[in-house]
């Protein structure tokens, strides 16, 4: 069978792009390894500025909506700064991931349960190796996640990720999502609500012992603590970590490492990138790559931005702790919202950061 564009992974970022190449036209084979809908570790934040990028009908998927933010610092100092709006959603990556497959496939997308296994050059086109025999497109997306294998064909190995574990219990958050400060080196423990319940996880890039930080802050707190499951949360912060693929095989989402230096956001940059990838393809079929690198400038300079801010954040974490209570927070929430962006937060920082390293270095 050949195809214009096979996509690998059904998770947000291949659900749209295969959605918005299919809008367009174009003939589209989205591949999944997992039966749908699948389990996906995640805590299913969306900041609200995701919500303009998704198609109608996300609304009935909304578990929590968030207006409110507690900031903790090593689980002994607690603060809480209301954004008298709402600024977040919390969504379950099951029934949302399978959302927007079906939404795919309303546009035209098929779907086939298969796994990845290789792919040739075969002229102009591709022949891609799967579990269920071998297909043909002009065009391989690898939208396959962290361990993403369009990227390890292509050679890419290395890249910056957090280590993360996470699990579901009871508990009882409603409309706010708290974050933790000062456990890890570089990262951050958070419990944010999950419908009825709440979602508890630790990440990051250092070498700590995340089940004992994650199982003594649940007796500490008293969270009904469960068997965690693990994975990893590649991210971006310079132009030059991005993985973007070769000729006509282009990466996107986990699998090109498009996610947050700062919190770990991935939804919004996968759905955001994958709508680029889609219409760098349809602008330059012959050659889409520099299309792709152009029409991502924007999305990079945000994770440059966040990369900037997180080494001070989580190189000054109590001086990061001390900012939230004033300025940071509440800009924060602007740019979740979408009318600030981390460049913004950045440039305008600077100044509070100055004079809280030094209300905190000679305890003024
Ligand atoms: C603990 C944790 C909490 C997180 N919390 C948040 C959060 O609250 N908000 C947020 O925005 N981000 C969060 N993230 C990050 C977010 O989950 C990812 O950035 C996001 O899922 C990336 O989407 P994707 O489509 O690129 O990849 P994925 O969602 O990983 O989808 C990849 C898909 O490809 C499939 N696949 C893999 N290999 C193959 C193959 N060889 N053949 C066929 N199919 C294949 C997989 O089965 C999967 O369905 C969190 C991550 C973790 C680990």
């Not at 993985?243 to 986990?254: F, P, T």
């Amino acid at each position: 069978m050949k195809f214009d564009v096979l996509v690998v992974g059904a998770g947000p970022a291949g659900s749209s792009c295969a959605r918005k190449l299919s809008k367009a036209g174009l003939k589209v084979l989205l591949i999944e390894k997992s039966s749908l809908p699948r389990f996906k570790l995640c805590a299913g934040c969306l900041s609200a500025r995701t919500l303009r990028l998704l198609p109608e009908g996300y609304e009935r998927l909304i578990l929590n909506r968030i207006s409110s933010g507690l900031l903790g610092f090593r689980g002994k100092e607690y603060y809480e700064v209301p954004a008298y709006k709402e600024v977040a959603q919390i969504i379950d990556r099951k029934d949302f991931d399978h959302f927007l497959t079906l939404k795919a496939q309303e546009a035209g997308a098929e779907l086939l349960e298969a796994e990845l296994l290789g792919f040739e050059r075969e002229g102009t086109s591709y022949k891609v190796f799967t579990s269920k025999g071998i297909l043909r497109a002009d065009f391989v997306v690898g939208a396959d996640g962290f361990h993403s294998r369009t990227a390890k064909l292509l050679g890419y190995r290395k890249r910056k990720f957090f280590k993360s574990l996470e699990f579901f219990t009871k508990g009882e958050l409603k409309d706010k999502v708290l974050i933790e400060v000062g456990w890890v080196k570089r990262g951050y423990l958070w419990v944010f609500p999950h419908g009825e319940g709440i979602s508890v996880g630790i990440a990051t890039t250092g070498e700590e012992n995340l089940f004992e930080l994650l199982r003594g802050y649940c007796e500490e707190k008293g969270i009904n603590f469960k068997k965690p499951k693990g994975w990893h949360i590649p991210f971006v912060e310079e132009e030059r970590d991005l993985q973007l693929g070769r000729e006509r095989v282009l990466l996107v989402g986990d699998a090109a490492g498009m996610t947050d230096p700062l919190l770990g956001e991935g939804i919004y940059y996968a759905i955001w990138g994958a709508g680029l990838l889609a219409s760098a393809i349809l602008e330059n079929p012959a050659d889409p790559l520099p299309a792709y690198r152009k029409r991502l400038k924007p999305l990079v300079e945000e994770l440059v931005y966040a990369g900037r801010i997180a080494r001070l954040a989580y190189g000054f974490q109590r001086v990061a702790y001390r900012m939230g209570k004033g300025y940071a927070l509440r800009s924060f929430y602007e740019l979740l919202a979408g009318s600030k962006g981390y460049k913004s937060l950045y440039l305008k920082g600077w100044l509070s950061f100055l004079k809280h390293f030094a209300i905190e270095k000679f305890r003024l």
